[in-house]
Each structure stands twice: as structure tokens, then as C-alpha cells.
């Protein structure tokens, strides 16, 4: 097994520049990145929605709106968090690791 710890928590520029690139792409484009994930419908049944269910994931760019860096909201963590964690379609990382984690310590006290 390859252990790739790939979070996109310290995305360097290019990485961004290219996860920027793609989101601009054609869907048949975009399906063929080495960072497209493929969605499983049987998995989004929780969500009600009158668009398009994803068919795949990419690599999402963000800024923390706590702090101000960038991170990539990486296509694997996307399809966790909706197929596994059921959330919201359209939630979207807002925030970067260490604000999360910051926010969930001070939670626990
Ligand atoms: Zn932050």
C-alpha cells in the first residue's frame, strides 16, 4: 500500500495553480485529472437535490476565512465527506486544518 499523505494542507503554489486550471476545464476533461475521484451515487441517496449529483471530485482551492491560507479541499476528502459523513452537497471547506483543529480543541474544554 502506498502511503501518500496527500491532505492538500500545504499545497505548494503549483499545485494550486494546476487545481485552478482544472476547475476551469470541460467536464470530459476534468474526469480524466490524476486527481478526479469518481462519485457513487448510491452513496449520495441522502441528498435531495434538483441539480446534478457530482459524477466525479476534484481538488477544490480555498482561502481560510479565519486566517487567510490556502489549501485544496483534495477530491478524496470531498467524497469522504459526502458519501461517508453524508454531508451537505454544498458545503465547502471554509476553513484550513489548523483553525479546524484550533476550533475543535477550544470545543472540547
Ligand atoms: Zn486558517
Redesign the pocket.
Known amino acids: 500500500m502506498c502511503m501518500n499523505f496527500d491532505t492538500g494542507r500545504n499545497p505548494t503554489d503549483e499545485e494550486i495553480r494546476e487545481a485552478e486550471r482544472i476547475l476551469k476545464q470541460r467536464p470530459i476533461k476534468q474526469k480524466d485529472h490524476p486527481s478526479a475521484v469518481a462519485a457513487n451515487h448510491k452513496k449520495l441517496s441522502h441528498i435531495n437535490t434538483y441539480g446534478d449529483l457530482p459524477n466525479f471530485y476534484l481538488d477544490q482551492p480555498f482561502t481560510?476565512?479565519?486566517?487567510?491560507?490556502r489549501?485544496i479541499w483534495k477530491a478524496k476528502d470531498q467524497k469522504w465527506y459526502y458519501e461517508e459523513a453524508k454531508g451537505h452537497i454544498d458545503a465547502r471547506a471554509v476553513?484550513?486544518?489548523?483553525?479546524?483543529k484550533?476550533k475543535k480543541s477550544s470545543n472540547s474544554d
Open positions: 481560510c476565512r479565519q486566517c487567510g491560507k489549501e476553513e484550513c486544518h489548523a483553525c479546524r484550533a
